[in-house]
């Protein structure tokens, strides 16, 4: 045993045979006395592909549904065929300092064609009508983050029923069951408001049969016949019987009744297209006969098993939950009025967890939009598109750190897909080599500019390559890195070729702007406004990072070494971070001064948060990000759920965790909806994510080559331990606390190594063997 002592701390230090078992923490819920009675109160489930919100309404139950790809529009080129004509123009007046010329030039010859992307789409609502002649009571409705499944039970008429829904992986299905002590009635159908036809079968089954007919939006590109889909449910009862009515099934006298729904579509995620050939009425029975004979209990055996495989990985506490007795919209109101409630903030992070799982991983293919995959709307706010100015990336903040790295290959994946589209976008654009898209993209990999002037962002796309390396720096899957560096250098190959001589003499983005904030134009007696500009800071920072992950992997992986060198001879080229005159992160390539002082988007402190670039090793960069995030708040800052969640993530980077906890406390107070989706408002549920990863961010950190632990721990959280985050190098860890000061620190590795560890003051070096758990037991002399 190997004893090191560190000013008034004794580090007792040994390593076991193999990873330590881990003793269960709380098992966290969401619960509630009540069904919900708008769409924000019901309860989520997803398996990726499918998402269900489950009402728990007694008398006609609503199970709204989504699958992952049901869009409206269809595949087209939106690149603006006049951008690169007129690129050399608008870049001259922009350098000239004629923003208003630039920006009417930009609007007329770079804003894509068409400007607009159609929504994702609600598929429809399983319904559940019951025949009851007198009121429920002794309800409860709970989403059992742990199981993953839904349970509905109360009391009626001596009668006990409990219904249950769980989205099941493994089987590509939502099950619904309801059981009851005595016989019941129900009828069941499926409902959607536009273009399907649905019919019931004498087998117990209900198929839904669609195609998207889109009138609307001529803006978003062709309107008429777009993707074709089904969804089929299959009912199965125990006792009494069944009987077809008004295009639905009525369970007559039933004691069990279980529902498996399946629903799919013709989408093409390999083109990112729509395949005709495709008949989803097909594909969708296909999948409930893969059932087979299967019974209820060995599905959600099954299910369980795979959701547990994932979710049990990291456990968290806050010490004993002394309010679990309380429902939890009981509790969030609680913390609206004033109060803290630990027990909820370690549910908050669960629950983040939780819909990240559900909204991105397999059997799904897309990544998680905007809404997860929870959408009750035909055109959805933003159209719950995949929008890749912070929220896409912000969706992923929480992936690796939180022991959840498989659903980052879903984005991945989806970022492969998109150099194909994106390739287009910079040869017309641009006339340059590489991929890149702008501010947002959808289902069919539209990679043009959207929306506006304000979507020109050339590089969204090179700042959607980090959650992509940041799986390899987690993981260490070198084989993956391979597969994925053609993505990386291609989005660097864009930048080499997109960059241009300023008049200072650097190399600079131009187009260039600060999402999604304005500047007013110098010398302008009307206030004239801009959001375009060259070499914003937001863009020095996405160069310098991408650049380093270049040089990284191709030492990594014994590549490429030329273009290596090239572009770090370019980043000699490229101005510095700046700090403005008033001592803040200067947001622009000039000390412009800002039209939104509260802005939402804090852009020129990416990185601080999620890059590292901004540490207490840049002392005056430091200094200056904590007056910027001081300046924003006080005035008015972070008032959308993802933004508050953002400044959650800096002031864990800063290292201030009575500040990262106030802002948790905001965040709940301010941005939570009753079932405890973000708010922005209305839902975007980038907010949970960015909430979770701020939590997360507060006990762990693993950037620039060190390990912290516990670096933003709050004085609210005395004591608490959390088990399972991951560190960078593929290190699990578990962290335990006591009054406020670490007490058992457990690092596992399966290839071992020499890692700097940072606690406090104190700094020492581990060397974890491969296999083998590494524990600290702290103890105060």
Known sequence: MKVTTFLFITLIVFCSCSKLEKEPGFEYSLWYNQPAVEWEDALPVGNGRLGAMIFGNPETERIQFNEESLWAGSKVDNNNPESLEHLGEIRQLIFDGDFKKAGKMAADHMVGTPPKVRSYQTFGDLMLDYHWKSKAKHYKRELNLHSGIATTTYEIEDNLVKQEVFASAPDNVIVVRISATKPFNVDIALKRERDVEIKSEANGTIKMIGQIIDTLNPKAGPAGAHMKFAAMAKVKNEGGKLENINEGIACNEVKTVTIYLSATTNYDFDNLDLAEGVNPSLTSEKILNNIGDKSFADLKQEHIKDHRGMFDRVSFTLGQDSLATLPTDERLNRVKDGAMDNGLMATYFQYGRYLLMGSSRKPGKLPANLQGVWNKHYNAPWNADFHTNINLQMNYWPAEVCNLPETSLLLANFMEKLTVPGGVTTQKMYGTKGWTLHHLTDAFGRT????????????????????????????????????????????????????????????????????????????????????????????????????????????????????????????????????????????????????????????????????????????????????????????????????????????????????????????????????????????????????????????????????????????????????????????????????????????????????????????FTIDLKPGEAYVFEVNKQ
């Open 448 to 763: 043009g500019v959207a929306d506006g002037v304000w979507g020109v962002s050339p590089l969204a796309g090179p700042w959607m390559t980090f959650p992509l390396y940041r799986h390899y720096e987690f993981t260490k899957d070198k084989e993956y890195l391979r597969n994925i560096y053609p993505v990386l250098k291609g989005s660097a190959e864009f930048i080499v070729d997109f960059l241009v001589e300023s008049p200072e003499g650097y190399l600079v983005t131009n187009p260039s702007h600060s999402p999604e904030n304005a500047f007013f134009i110098p010398g302008s007696d009307k206030k004239e406004r801009s959001v375009l500009t060259y070499g914003s800071t937001i863009d020095i920072q996405i160069i310098n990072e991408l650049f380093d992950i270049i040089t990284e992997s191709s030492e990594i992986l014994d590549i490429d070494h030329q273009f290596s060198e090239k572009i770090e001879a370019i980043r000699k080229k490229l101005p510095e971070v700046q700090i403005g005159e008033n001592g803040t992160i200067q947001e622009w390539i000039k000390d412009f001064e800002e039209v939104n002082v509260g802005h939402r988007h804090m852009s020129h402190l990416l990185g601080l948060y999620p890059l590292a670039q901004i540490t207490a090793d840049t002392p005056e960069l430091f200094e200056a990000a904590q007056k910027t995030i001081q300046r924003r708040l006080g005035n008015g800052g972070a008032h959308t759920g993802w933004s508050r969640a953002w400044i959650i993530n800096f002031y864990a980077r800063l290292q201030n965790g009575e500040k990262a906890h106030e802002n948790i406390q905001a965040l709940l107070a301010k941005s939570t909806l009753t079932n405890l989706f973000d708010s922005h408002p209305p839902f975007q549920i980038d907010g949970n994510f960015g909430g979770t990863s701020g939590m997360a961010e507060m006990l762990l950190q693993s950037h620039n080559e060190t390990i912290r632990l516990l670096p933003a721990l709050p004085k609210a959280w005395s004591e608490g331990s959390i088990t399972g985050l991951k560190a960078r190098g593929d290190i699990e860890c578990d962290i335990t606390w006591n009054d406020g000061k670490l007490t058992k620190a457990v690092f596992y590795s399966e290839e071992g190594g020499s890692e700097k560890v940072v606690y406090g003051s104190e700094n």
